[in-house]
């Protein structure tokens, strides 16, 4: 599916072909919730980066977060790149080089009408804030961590797989 999408001030728009484009997952981690969770969470789509155009490039921002080592010691510098607009914060899309192919643009930057998904994914909520009551629909599936399934495998799953994947 072609997405288009756009910072608030509109100085930095983008284009991309999105395989996994209904926006279902619902993540609660502190970066997304602090970067662009307006609920308490944000929910990325799958696009591919190859297709992806930008314009108004000079006004991106990159972010790349502090996560803790696996040891609990110390934090490093995340490979993620969340990108937003410099002149207005909006957050845009996460980039990250451990799978260069796939780049996952926030819902909320995109103005193309988006498919309404038939039940919402929670991850991550066992690091919600503590004010955020995890909304959805009976049966939903909540996660503490990370989903036993991908963005893609969840569209395939469901029916919903965009045929520009390929």
């Known amino acids: 599916m072609h997405l288009d999408g756009s910072c608030h001030c509109g100085k930095v ?23 662009a969770g307006a609920g308490g969470f944000a929910i990325n789509l799958g696009g591919l980066t190859a297709s992806m155009k930008v314009k108004g490039k000079r ?7 502090l996560v ?19 002149h207005c914060g909006s957050a845009l899309w996460v980039w990250d080089p451990t799978w260069p192919e796939l780049v996952h643009p926030h819902a909320g930057a995109i103005d193309t009408p988006l498919p309404t998904p038939p039940d919402h994914v929670h991850c991550l909520v066992g690091s919600r804030a503590p004010w955020v009551d995890v909304e959805g ?17 969840w569209h395939e799953r469901k029916g919903l797989r965009s045929s520009s994947s390929g």
Not at 137 to 153: T, V, W
């Open 68 to 86: 803790p080592h696996g040891s609990g010691k110390g934090k490093h510098r995340s490979s993620a790149r969340r990108y937003f607009c410099g």
């Open 13 to 35: 728009r983008f284009s991309v072909e999105a395989d996994s484009p209904v926006p279902f997952m619902r993540c609660y981690c502190s970066i997304c919730r602090k970067t």
């Open 59 to 65: 006004f991106l921002k990159i972010y790349r977060a």
């Open 137 to 153: 629909k009976p049966g939903d599936p909540c996660f503490d961590h990370y989903p036993d399934m991908s963005l893609a495998q």
